[in-house]
């Protein structure tokens, strides 16, 4: 079955406390990306690869880092998380561009509901 | 500075009936739009597209119109069903990779 995994699905830490929020796709898709969901702003994405060890920042990359060493997994790293970054995460992966140009239609996990405290 | 507006939280609409949602977006580079729908408790998922050389493209129940000169697009949805109860968002894409969602709009069809 053509899926995008998350884990964890719910995570609650403390302030300052490494975290890794792993994903994974196995749809052969060269596109991933992260996203954060918090209410009246919709999806925000915070990382975005292209292909293996290709990344890039979104829109909200502070307090983020992502790797892509192999082409199915694209974990999201928390080095210091902060009360501000509790939030609702996406991972989420596509083919190829879409159309003129863009990143196509994207599949996207179940989320992870992270809370710092 | 929100480059895709959805400016209605929520809309009500009888079953049967033509659910219209709505998006604006202020970045005339973006080419690519699209609408995924959410459920409580999963990720969003692929609805509909359309590029900017069109200005329809329909699937099913579903339409997304695209107005290039008034930066706006639409989903009509007809007819509406209860299971279209759902968040439904509105993304555009430019020439590079990101893609800038909405705050999205909650659809509640009435039985």
Redesign the interface.
């Given at each position: 079955e053509a899926q995008?995994t998350q884990n964890p699905r719910y995570l609650i830490t403390v302030t300052g406390k490494k975290l890794t929020v792993t994903c994974s796709q196995n749809m052969n898709h060269e596109?991933m990306?992260w996203?954060r969901q918090d209410p009246?702003?919709?999806?925000?994405?915070i990382y975005?690869s292209?292909n293996v060890e290709v990344t890039?920042k979104?829109?909200v990359p502070e307090g983020y880092k992502v790797s892509r060493k192999e082409k199915r997994n694209f974990p999201l790293i928390l080095e210091s998380p902060s009360p501000n970054q509790t939030s609702l995460y996406?991972c989420?992966s596509s083919l190829s561009?879409?159309?003129?140009?863009?990143?196509g239609?994207?599949?996207?996990?179940?989320?992870t509901r992270l809370t710092v405290t | 500075d929100q480059q895709v507006k959805q400016n209605s939280p929520s809309l009500s609409v009888q079953e049967g009936r033509i659910s219209i949602l709505n998006c604006d977006y202020t970045n005339s580079m973006f080419d690519y739009f699209l609408w995924y729908k959410k459920y409580p408790a999963e990720g969003p998922t692929f609805l509909i597209s359309i590029s900017s050389i069109k200005d329809k493209n329909e699937d099913g129940r579903f339409t997304v119109f695209l107005n290039k000169s008034a930066k706006h697009l639409s989903l009509h949805i007809v007819p509406s069903q209860p299971g279209d109860s759902a968040v439904y968002f509105c993304a555009a894409s430019g020439s590079n990779y990101q893609l800038i969602w909405g705050a999205g709009t909650k659809l509640i069809i009435k039985p």
């Open positions: 995008v596109y990306s996203y009246g702003l919709g999806l925000r994405q975005y292209m890039d979104g829109d996406f989420a561009r879409g159309g003129l140009a863009g990143v239609e994207q599949y996207f996990g179940p989320g | -």
